[in-house]
Every structure is written in C-alpha cells, then in structure tokens.
C-alpha cells in the first residue's frame, strides 16, 4: 500500500511532527511526501516507511523547458498512488495566493476521486478566513473527501452538516516521551517572526521587548534561560539571535537552539525545563506532554481553540496585548496547571486516524 502524503516540509518542527506520528502509527505503510529536493533525505533516514517522491533527471529537464510539469501532474500522482493525505495545521488559511493552492489541490482530489482513490485531511484547522467564496470552495473540496478530521471544535463547526467531517485533539497529543528526565530550574522561549504572521508585523518591537524583559526578570529570579527556533524558515531564528544579541547588551548570555530535525533532542530541551513561553503552536502541545508548565503567548486563535477545548485552566497571551502584560513566569511556576482526563485527549488524538484505519482494514479484506 502506497499512500502520498501533502505536507509541509520546511524544518518546521510542528509539520516534522506530523510525519514523526504518521510513520510510526504505521510501520507497514509505505507512505510518499510531496518533496522533491535534497534537504530531508537525514530526516527520511530515521523512517523505513516514507520516502520523499522521486523526480527522474528526464523529467528535470522536461520541467525547466515548460514541456510537462511531472511534480504537479495530478493523473500521474493519482494513478501511482492507492490514497491521498493532506496532513498538516493551518492549511487552510485566506492568504493571496490562496485561489492557485484551491486550484491545485481540486485538480488532484478530483484525481483521486475519479479512480475511487480515497482523499484524507488530517490534523487541520480551517481560517482564518474572511470570504464566503474561500469559504464555499473549501467545503466543496471536503465533501469529495473519504474522512476530514480538524484538531478543533471551532472548524469542526464550520462544517458540521457535512457527514464526512470530524473532531479529534491534535494528532501530536499521542507522542509517546518514554524517557524520564529530571527537571532544571530553567524556563525556555519558543519564538516566532511576528513579521511572518499575518497581520502582526507591527507588533514585532513589543513582542521582542516582552520577551527580552522576561527573560531579564526571569534571570533575576535564578533560572536558567534559553531561546528555541522551531523553524528556520519563517524566521524563529532570526529572531532568537535578535534577542540574544539585544540581551547581550545588557550583559547577559542567552543559549539558542535552532531545530534541524532531531526531534528528540529539541522533545529533551522542553521536558528538561520547569516552563515553556509557548508562541508556536505545538510548543504548547509539547509542554503539556512533557510535563512542562506552559505560558501561551499567542499569534492565532486556533492555540486558544485548542486549549479551550481541553480545558486547560492557565493563562494566555496574546501577542498583540503583551505590552500591557507584566511577567507572569514566576506566578505560573507557583502553580498546577492541569488539564481534566489528560488520558481522554490522548485517545481522542489517536482517534485522528479512524477513518483511514477503517479504509486499510477494508482494503486489507479486499487483498490489495
């Protein structure tokens, strides 16, 4: 069984992640990214199971003339594939481009359906949006898909009257941490690039001002600090360095750690660590199964949408208002977060691959 897989791959720790779970839910399952370059072949090393897609040099050179679009050419994809999965976070959002990604991904689901192939989303949020033709053209999409699960109640709703459509927790609740490791009186910062996010360029200085104020007092409180690039790419790293250098003015060393694609080690920084200053997504994902303690000082309302939907009793910060926070670390480390039936999220994450389990087991009966 060969199944190609719609992914984000940019080292980005969250969509790494994805693949991470995928490929170990699924040993037996050959599973083909949509990656065509050089740069994951160390990280496709660690999983027997996915394999980036191949692209002959024959097909190269057709490409670069404008003769055939081999990467693109959904009857070929379709027709070499038993499945289709669209597997990812914010997929879905109104960006400007948006009109041309809706185009490609209808012309291979269209594929796949016209071979009675079966199309997947998985782990998805829907929005931000503001149109009702983005809005309309979306749901179409998803009725001519086998299973459509979103991490959050908020899209679930969206879509609720399609019977295809479901809920589950996010797919990354299920890692399994298997090892114990003692905690260190030290608090970590997942950061982003404000600039990169839609809408919040202008509230990069305030942003990198309550961070650098944090940590300061945080310093001052006896803990250990240290800066956490998740992804390179949409400039958490450039950030990181701003910072570091900005504190090393004030005459205070800052540790950076940049992602590349050991997630173990980035999994140990976090669950080593008394709390995480949580901006990306599944840094607070990662605290909560950690064990770690999470500040969320968030950039979009789906980190909202998730914690609000498991209960979680902590405090949250938005990126835009954080100038008119004080440093809340201290009062966090004073006290319990917790989250009602963590063992229940847990299955509900796992829940995420129902449908396609139920498709695999029909196919199995079937002897493909």
Known sequence: MKIYVDVYLAKNLG??????????????????????GNDYD???????????????????ILNRLKVYDYINDEKRISKEYDALIFLGGSIFREEVYWKELYEQRKKLVNAFQEKKKPVFILGANFGPYDTDEFYNAYQELFKK?????????????????????????DIIFQLPILDSIPKKNKVVYSIIDPKHKEGLKKYTDQYIQFVEDMIMDNQAQ??????ISFCEAEGDLRICRTIQEDLLQRNLRINVYAYTGNIKEVIKKIQESKLI?????HANILGLITGTLILPLVYSSKTENVLKDIDFNGKILDIKDCSKEKNNCHEILQKEQYIKQFDKVVESSKRQFKGLKEWMEIEKKKGL
Do not use: M, W
């Open 15 to 36: 969509d790494d992640l994805f693949v991470h779970v995928l490929a170990n839910t699924f040993p037996d399952v050959e599973f083909i990214l949509n990656y065509y």
């Open 42 to 60: 160390d990280f496709l090393k660690k999983y027997k199971n996915v394999k980036k897609s191949a692209y002959p040099s024959g097909f190269k």
């Open 145 to 169: 898909c086998y299973d459509v699960c979103f991490r959050e109640s908020y899209s679930y709703q969206l879509f609720r009257e399609c019977k295809n459509v479901r809920c589950e927790k």
């Open 222 to 227: 006896g803990y250990e600090n240290e800066l």
């Open 277 to 281: 200053v949580a901006s990306r997504f």
